[in-house]
């Protein structure tokens, strides 16, 4: 009985031994993301007129996007001369889930107009396609797990001006896809140095604040992984109202 019990006991600490050298060899594969190449801050320079178009109330637009990391080092990433960012500044948020944040920027072709892009400190991850005209822009409301499945998904209004229209994309295996998109709804007028609105979670689920076409109410729409929901949550009197909604309180 005494060798059986030692038989067991080898068994038992071969097969320890064995998952520790598994679990090892896949902590050795799993990249990891070098902590001093994050991105700690981002910022647009090089500014530029070369893109005549005015949406943020001058005529002034960015050819490159200037990222400073954690270890001290700056990189500096120039558009080609046919592309623009137009945008009020960089977002930074973790889009891929490695832990390390990434820049989410408005950027513009002079022949394609506005598409949403992400970077990181290497360049180009994912981008959505460009409107397809010069001088349609869009308007970004935020990135988040929306639907709560681990992929992040980022909100935009499309032609805030125009087609007035709310889009929704996923990011999954290193593409950006478009999962849901609702009409009558905005963020932006023509003319203003800033986007209303946003997302907020007031303890349940993510919700994108807008307003509606008409800039009557303030909207919250939610995703449910299929489809988009939207209600009126007030009048809109003005961004104080938007700011009440994002900070879940009531106007």
Same mark, same amino acid.
């Given at each position: ?14 097969? #320890? ?6 679990? #090892? ?98 360049? #180009? ?120 909604? #994002? ?5």
């Amino acid at each position: 009985m005494i060798g059986k019990a030692r038989r067991q006991t080898l068994r038992l600490l071969r097969a #320890l031994a064995r998952r520790a050298r598994l679990m #090892l060899r896949l902590l050795l594969v799993v990249p990891a993301v070098p902590v001093l190449a994050e991105i700690k801050s981002a910022d647009y320079v090089e500014p530029t007129t070369r893109y005549a178009h005015g949406v943020l109330g001058d005529a002034i637009e960015y050819g490159a996007l200037q990222m400073k990391l954690r270890s001290g080092k700056t990189v500096t990433l120039t558009l080609p001369e046919s592309r623009v960012f137009e945008d009020i500044a960089p977002r930074l948020f973790d889009v891929t889930g490695d832990g390390a944040l990434e820049a989410i920027v408005v950027e513009s072709s002079q022949r394609g107009g506005a598409r949403l892009a992400v970077y990181n400190e290497t360049g #180009l991850i994912a981008a959505t396609p460009h409107i397809g005209q010069s001088n349609r822009w869009l308007a970004p409301i935020g990135a988040i797990d929306l639907d709560g499945d681990g992929h992040v998904e980022i909100a935009y209004i499309d032609r805030p001006h125009l087609a007035k229209t709310l889009r929704v994309w996923r990011f999954e295996n290193g593409k950006l896809t478009e999962v849901a998109n609702r009409k009558g709804l905005t963020n932006h007028r023509i003319g203003e140095d800033f986007i209303s609105g946003g997302i907020r979670d007031c303890g349940t689920d993510p919700e994108m604040i807008t307003v509606d076409a008409s800039w009557q109410k303030v909207v919250a729409t939610r995703f449910d992984g299929k489809r988009l929901t939207s209600r009126t949550l007030g009048a809109f009197t003005g961004q104080n109202a938007l700011q009440a909604a #994002l900070n879940c309180e009531s106007f």
